[in-house]
């Protein structure tokens, strides 16, 4: 198994979200997080003051899966994020040592 977390800018999740979906992933988490890599924030003017804004608006979204998978979902993201640009974001997997589900006890391939 493997946790998939990928980090896009936010009006791009409904597209992730709708791409994760026609693969056949059936939940997702996702975060509001801020950060930022190489585009570095941005200078904003507020009440005619400028600053700089450091961390930028991002979604984190976290998938767990089945090994087979994983090369189909990352596909997804990495085509559902893309604009181009900057800032696109960034896409990590780990492995995953196990998963247990709560309400049933299921463990492993099961409990996802």
């Known amino acids: 198994m493997k946790l998939i977390t990928a ?6 999740l409904d597209e992730v979200r ?10 997702v988490t996702v975060t509001e997080v ?5 585009q570095k924030g941005h200078t904003e003017l507020y009440r005619g003051a400028e600053y700089v804004v ?6 984190k979204v976290e998938v767990a899966l089945n090994d087979e998978m994983v090369e ?4 997804a993201i990495t085509k ?8 696109d974001g960034k896409i990590f997997i780990s492995q995953l040592d196990d998963a247990i ?7 492993g391939s099961d409990a996802i």
């Open 80 to 87: 559902a994020a893309a604009t181009g640009k900057i800032g």
């Open 18 to 27: 709708e791409a994760l979906g026609e693969i056949g992933v059936s939940g």
């Open 101 to 107: 589900r709560i309400r049933t006890g299921e463990t």
């Open 7 to 12: 980090v896009i800018k936010p009006f791009k």
């Open 72 to 75: 189909s979902a990352v596909e």
């Open 34 to 38: 801020k950060g930022f890599g190489r």
């Open 54 to 59: 450091d961390f930028l608006p991002k979604v």
